[in-house]
């Protein structure tokens, strides 16, 4: 069995750690080396960093900063944001990063997860998706940070990058991003249900008890929070214990 994963996630925007709700009203939180570095010293699984506005801004993100994150943590983490090619995603990996994480880019081109995954493996091509619920129920794919309809069907879409070879999902629900209410169960258990690569779930994590829930109540093995670890809301060490005492396997 998986264990279960605790993965800070830091959003940068300029170089700089931000965050909002509902993927706007962004505000500065900090360096993303020195959260990199406290998070890993407080015992994270593993770390995320999207730079939110590449892809919309048409720049790459910082192969630098992947450098200096990879001198000062020694647990994996994933970087997301502007990968268009094989060749930017083979240099965040030369950067350091373990796993890279694609979205609009995949969705403009899905044919990108299948040749990543040829040249560097599954394990390292994260599908990232941010999906948002529509009046007849359905979830759908958005795509440049949140701000356009992809009009894809996240189901159809989850199972097509899998079979590209997506060997992991990073699922963000846009209704939930920032909200602290709790993640959204219903949309990771849809998506649990077509797939069957390991689901980061993302999005409404607002105490150590939504993580716990999410992990007992899905089939995600990650838990990606932002808020209420930059804020100090929520201890990782006191989340892993409870995760411990509910009998859930976890790295101490």
């Known amino acids: 069995m998986l264990k279960k994963r605790i993965i800070p996630c830091l959003d940068v925007k300029d170089g700089r750690v931000v965050k909002g709700i509902n993927f706007v009203n962004l505000t500065d939180v900090g360096d993303p080396v020195d959260a990199a570095k406290a998070y890993y010293e407080a015992g994270c699984d593993e770390l995320v960093f999207l730079d939110i506005t590449a892809t919309h801004e048409e720049r790459d993100t910082t192969v630098e900063m992947v450098r200096r994150v990879a001198e000062q943590v020694f647990i994996p983490f994933t970087v997301g944001g502007g990968i268009r090619t094989v060749e930017d995603m083979k240099r965040m990996l030369q950067a350091g990063a373990d796993k890279v994480a694609v979205n609009s880019s995949a969705l403009a081109n899905p044919q990108l997860l299948a040749d990543c995954a040829e040249k560097f493996g599954s394990q390292c091509v994260v599908l990232a998706v941010d999906a948002k619920k529509e009046a007849d129920g359905s979830w759908h794919v958005y795509l440049a940070g949140g701000r356009k309809d992809s009009g894809r069907d996240l189901l159809d879409w989850v199972q097509e990058a899998v079979d590209l070879g997506a060997g992991e999902i990073l699922l963000t629900s846009m209704d939930k991003d920032g909200t602290k209410s709790g993640f959204d169960l219903p949309m990771l258990e849809a998506v649990s249900q077509v797939v069957s690569v390991p689901i980061i779930a993302s999005g409404g994590a607002g105490s150590s008890q939504h993580i716990l829930e999410v992990f007992e109540k899905t089939t995600a093995t990650g838990a990606l929070a932002a808020s209420i670890f930059h804020y100090g809301q929520?201890?990782?060490?006191?989340?892993?214990?409870?995760?411990?005492?509910?009998?859930?396997?976890?790295?101490?």
Do not use: H
Request: no cysteine.
């Open 234 to 252: 929520v201890s990782i060490s006191e989340t892993k214990k409870a995760m411990l005492e509910a009998g859930l396997e976890v790295r101490i």
